[in-house]
């Protein structure tokens, strides 16, 4: 064997399933959203311009005229947004706005190996979902924007109340106040832009990097070497099978540290990039300025003697917050070891949309309560298939989604939330691949 081939072997486990070449931002050992975008830049062959299947375009001068905000396309210059783009469009785009700005075709294949066939599974489901969305009811959006209100209202009452007679009862029922609104805030910022997906930045996370991070890299690419809500936890949590990436010994101590990770979720992300913006690219927004309003309202409001006091109570609300939405955000449905995880078998129609299905096992326990479905994360799998529809909306879709899983022999999978933190704690410690596909065996009872 040629020295080439022995090196192309040895480092055949960087590549991922659901892509021709090995993505490029995991070469660097710094993980950013900025460092995924350029990667994406690389590897997409957009030419400098927007991918959408295999056709160039140049949105140059549609960037500020997008209806659903100018930050997508924005950003996404230079990449193929072929996923994204089908996903967040359900009534489709029209096709003279695409042809406006066609460019050509484009010179390579693409680099992500699943598809979005016509008459293929989420084709066929999002044909289907247009069609009913004319007819659901739409009144839960108004009881989203209501529990929203709550718990923005409540987080701010709890706040203070923290402020004025300090005890942990207050400051825990702060903490769970903002977690909820922040995941609660994340069914805002998948949409145009609304002024409920600012209140996001209450927890110091930011929701134009969580548009990054989350909706164009985990939504698309989930649970694969693309995905960075995978690759920002590494080496520390590490949830592909790979022992490559980390070792059996690393995986046990990664099992007892996570709460920690939980804790540092809120507070990491902005010093990170206040870090790197001093010493390089500025990646700070003029709102990420609200997540100080919290204990700039505890020290008005504050009868301490000393606001160092008060400082000390705020990052103590926002470890304890931060930890509540660790464990539900990284304990939802993405990780047990029945989930599709990078270097594990894939079935053999590779539609995007089952792809989705494959990677989610939803929360069955919290299946009938519209407020548990928005602050926990739930209707997981719809809300990946359809990321822009409000959670109260989705319950409504259940039947069209249960018919075309059957046609296409899949099924939507439900645990409950102590399975899935069992599931995820083995997860973290999986180092084997799974050679089955989900659609040649049996969920474990
Ligand atoms: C990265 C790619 C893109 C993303 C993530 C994205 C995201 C979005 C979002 C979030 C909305 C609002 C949906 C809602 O709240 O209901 C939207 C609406 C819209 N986008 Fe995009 N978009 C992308 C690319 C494009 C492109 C390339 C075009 C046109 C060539 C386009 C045209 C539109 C139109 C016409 C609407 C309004 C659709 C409607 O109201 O039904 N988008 N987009």
Known sequence: MSTTKVLQKSESWKHSTISVKPPSYRKKPLVTNQSWLKGKRLDDGAEGLWRIHDNLYDFNDFVSKHPGGSFWLDRTKGTDITESFESHHIRGVPQAILQKYF????????????????????????RRVAE???????????????????????TLVFIVLSALMPNIIFEVAAALSLAWLSISAHNYFHQRDNWQMYTFNFTLMNFNEWRISHALSHHVYTNSLHDLEMSLFEP???????KHIASKARRIVSVIIQPVFYSLIFPIQLLQRTVRSVVGKNELYWHDIIGFSLPILMLLVSPAPSSSTVILQWLRIIAISSFIFGLIGLNASHHTPEIVHDGDALRENRDW?????????????????????????????????????????????????????????????????????????????????????????????
Not at 114 to 121: A, Q
Not at 236 to 242: G, K, R, V, Y
């Open 132 to 154: 009913q969305l004319k007819n659901v009811d739409q009144s839960p959006k108004g009881k989203t924007r209501f529990y929203h209100l709550i718990l923005l209202s409540a």
């Open 236 to 242: 520390f949590l590490c949830w592909i099978p790979n």
């Open 353 to 445: 949309g089952l792809y989705q299905v494959d990677t989610i096992i939803d929360r069955g326990d919290i299946k009938n309560s519209h407020f548990m479905c928005l602050t926990h994360f739930g209707e997981h799998c719809l809300h990946h298939l359809f990321p822009t529809l409000d959670h109260g909306v989705l319950p409504q879709l259940y039947p069209i989604l249960m018919k075309t899983l059957s046609e296409f022999k899949s099924e939507l999978r439900e645990i409950t939330f102590l399975d899935h933190i069992i599931g995820q704690n083995q997860q973290l410690l999986r180092t084997k691949a799974n050679p089955i596909p989900v659609d040649q065996r049996k969920l474990k009872k």
């Open 103 to 126: 460019v050509r075709q484009a010179q390579q294949p693409r680099n992500y190996t699943l598809t979005l066939k016509e008459n293929g599974f989420y084709l066929t489901l999002k």
